[in-house]
């Protein structure tokens, strides 16, 4: 600011000094006509050409100097706005890593945040499975508790009540034996008396009958022994076709048999695709004697056992020579 007020002091001078020199030159001539001396004459002031030079050296010092103090001046204004440049950028980047610095506190002050929360959240999830654990074994420990208190009272109740049913079953069965016995008493009583009526009358037919016979035989010998020859051939064909005849009634026999045992198993999802081999021993008037697994899977072989004894009875044929082949016969049980 006072170098602006030089430099307008400097201009202030150098006009008023211009000012003074012009008024000067129009002043110092005499311009009013001296009315007896001839109208073209004209009187002339003489100035001193050293004051003039020393004027102007005055003037052109003092607007040296004020150019001088204008570079100055304005040198000053351009180091000072080089250093507010320089100082701006220093604050621009002290603001800079200032606000760096703040995001990367907000950030770590959030991941700590983020951490924490995640760490309570875990010890809470730890805390509510430890919890859980501990109630379902609290339910686990009573439930095995109560199970083992209603088993020892089923258990009891069971013991009870086979108890009494041994004790009632026991007492029927005195009783029945003892119906049995007079039962069987009375029975072969009647059953000699019987017998013994049936004996001499089967004895006196089987006399007369014997004497039939032995009249007839003797009397069919003759004709038999002609024709003797002729039948050995005819027996042969006959044997192979009744052995082939005895083969197909033992197979459709033993489907039949296979059909009521399987009607009688009691089947199972996980038996499919299973079998069993059983061997069946029969009384030639089909009562069931016993029964065995041969081979196969052994809860279909159980299976089978079971069914086969609920049967008890099976159809026998007329044929005395298909139930000789039935009486001891080997099934296969599959379940559908």
Partial sequence: ?????????????????????????????????????????????????????????????????????????????????????????????RIRKLKEQQVKEKKAARKAEDDRKKAVAAENERKRKAETAAKAEAARVAKVKADKEKAAKASAEKARIDKERAAKAEKERLAKEKLAKEKAVKAEADKKAKAEAERVAKAAAEKARAAKAEAERKQKEAALNDIFAGLEDETVQNSSAKQQHIDDEVNRYGAIYTQMIQQNLLVDEAYVGKSCRVKIKLASSGLLLSVTTLNGDAQVCRAAKTAVTKVNVFPMPTDGDVVTKLTNINLTVEPE
């Fill in 1 to 93: 600011m006072k170098s602006d007020n030089n430099y307008t002091f400097a201009i202030i001078v150098s006009v008023v000094l211009h000012l003074l020199l012009v008024a000067a030159l129009l002043f110092g001539s005499d311009f009013s006509l001296d009315e007896k001396a001839k109208p073209n004459t004209i009187q002339a002031v003489v100035i001193d050409p050293n004051t003039i030079a020393k004027q102007a050296s005055q003037i052109r010092q003092e607007r040296e100097r004020a150019e001088r103090a204008e570079k100055e001046r304005l040198k000053r204004l351009k180091q000072q706005a080089a250093q507010l440049e320089k100082n701006r950028k220093v604050e621009e980047d």
